[in-house]
């Protein structure tokens, strides 16, 4: 009887992996009031648990690099160029967070912030050392639609 229970797990487990995440291309994103993004990039709820990786992974979205964020204190040198994003999850909506995140440009004109999933309107980096740009076809957003969302579900926990 284990047997049969463990084998419809493993099936069901096969199944759900063979499942496509439908994703939000960068340029098919559909704004409200050029600051929010209502919809989820992916169609699916993000995991908190890579999303603190997301945020703290200097390969990653790198996010302690300009913000301090006190429910991660193993996270080292925290940034204080940005705000801190204690409360974050209080302060603003999942619509707005997935703004922020996708093009902060849209409601912070000024800001500093990267871009994290827009691909065109701007310079990007050079193609290494070669002294040539990079070649927009190869050259994608900065994190994954699936990066977003769990960069998300990690950040509306950061309640006051």
């Given at each position: 009887?284990k047997l049969?229970?463990?084998?419809?797990?493993i099936?069901a487990g096969?199944?759900?992996?063979?499942?496509?995440i439908?994703e939000?291309?960068?340029g098919?994103?559909t704004?409200?009031?050029d600051?929010m993004?209502?919809?989820?990039?992916t169609?699916m709820?993000g995991?908190?648990?890579?999303?603190v990786?997301v945020?703290s992974?200097?390969?990653a979205?790198?996010c302690v690099?300009c913000?301090?964020?006190?429910a991660?204190?193993?996270a080292?040198?925290?940034?204080?160029?940005?705000p801190?994003l204690?409360g974050v999850?209080?302060?603003?909506?999942?619509?707005?967070?997935?703004?922020?995140l996708?093009?902060?440009?849209?409601?912070?004109?000024?800001?500093?912030m990267?871009?994290?999933y827009r691909?065109?309107?701007?310079t990007?980096p050079?193609?290494?050392y070669?002294?040539?740009?990079a070649?927009?076809?190869t050259?994608?957003?900065?994190?994954?639609?699936?990066?977003?969302e769990d960069?998300?579900?990690?950040?509306?926990?950061?309640?006051?």
């Open positions: 009887m049969k229970a463990v084998t419809g797990l099936a096969i199944a759900l992996a063979g499942t496509a439908a939000v291309a960068p098919d994103i704004w409200v009031d600051v993004i209502p919809t989820s990039l169609g709820p995991s908190v648990d890579a999303g990786s945020v992974s200097r390969s979205g790198n690099a913000h301090g964020i006190s991660l204190p193993d080292a040198f925290q940034g204080n160029v940005g801190s204690d999850g209080s302060r603003w909506t999942e619509a707005e967070l997935r703004g922020i996708v093009d902060a440009k849209h409601m912070f004109p000024d800001t500093r990267p871009s994290f691909v065109d309107g701007f990007r050079g193609d290494a070669t002294g040539r740009a070649d927009p076809a050259f994608g957003p900065l994190l994954s639609a699936v990066q977003i960069t998300i579900a990690y950040l509306m926990t950061l309640t006051d």
